[in-house]
């Protein structure tokens, strides 16, 4: 029987994960995550974007690309990026207010 994983995407109100199941060839994989770094000055700063206590261990905690630029990366490919990268401290809620105020205030 192969082992499943779920990688969820722990970005506030990001919805992004996916399953993968070890052994399957037709593991469909929409979206890149990666790991938190295991350097602790970067890793310290995920966590506070993301909301979570910088005393937990995220080893096996990812964040989706969606919250990444491209040039974030040293090999797209290869889902390597860059040592000192942050993730954007742009949550989809805030998306929705910007649209709204911008609607609103062209009527």
Known sequence: MPSRKK??????????????????AN????????RFPKNS?????????????I????RNIYICEDHFY????????????NPNVIPKH???S???TV???AFTTSQ
């Open 70 to 81: 491209k040039q974030d990366s040293v090999n797209f490919n290869k889902h390597l990026l």
């Open 55 to 58: 005393n937990i261990n995220c």
């Open 94 to 96: 805030d998306l929705v």
């Open 99 to 101: 649209q709204t105020a």
């Open 7 to 24: 990688f969820s995407c722990k970005f506030p109100e990001c919805a992004n994960s996916y399953y993968w199941s070890k052994g399957e």
């Open 41 to 53: 000055e970067i890793s310290t700063k995920w966590k506070m974007i993301c909301g979570i206590d």
């Open 27 to 34: 593991t469909v994989v929409n979206k890149r995550f990666y």
């Open 90 to 92: 742009i949550r989809i």
